[in-house]
């Protein structure tokens, strides 16, 4: 999915704040990166015609808040990046996470271990 950097920044403010409307994220991020609001307003219309954000009418304004998590989002661009390389019968995940994992500490992979199971309890009990 190829983002520009305000909408990754727009994802961001999402990732950390319930809900905004575009006047709202336009303040925010006015200090910090300038822009107008209409800017804003197009960017987040982009971004939930993209499907990575949901937008509710208040009045005369639309609502925004994430559509996905920030965890749900980097396993959607992983599993878009490695299906462009490999074909079905890969198995693209296990090279993914083997090249990913040697670069991590012996406290990251433990890390990584228990979420696995944990995710694996969340399937058992479901």
Do not use: C
């Not at 609001?37 to 499907?51: E, P, V, Y």
């Not at 208040?58 to 661009?77: H, T």
């Amino acid at each position: 999915m190829n983002l520009g950097e305000l909408e990754k920044a727009a994802l961001q403010y999402f990732w950390s704040h319930e809900e905004a409307d575009a006047k709202q994220v336009h303040a925010y991020f006015e200090t910090k990166r300038g822009g107008s609001l209409n800017t804003i307003q197009s960017t987040l219309d982009r971004l939930f015609k993209k499907g990575l954000l949901k937008r509710e009418k208040q009045g005369y304004a639309y609502v925004y808040r994430q559509a996905m998590s920030k965890d749900a989002f980097i396993g959607e661009l992983v599993a878009d990046v490695t299906k462009d390389f490999f074909k079905p019968t890969d198995n693209a995940l296990h090279a993914a996470f083997t090249s990913m994992s040697s670069s991590l500490s012996d406290d990251e992979l433990s890390e990584l271990e228990a979420l696995i199971e944990q995710q694996r309890n969340n399937t058992r009990s479901e």
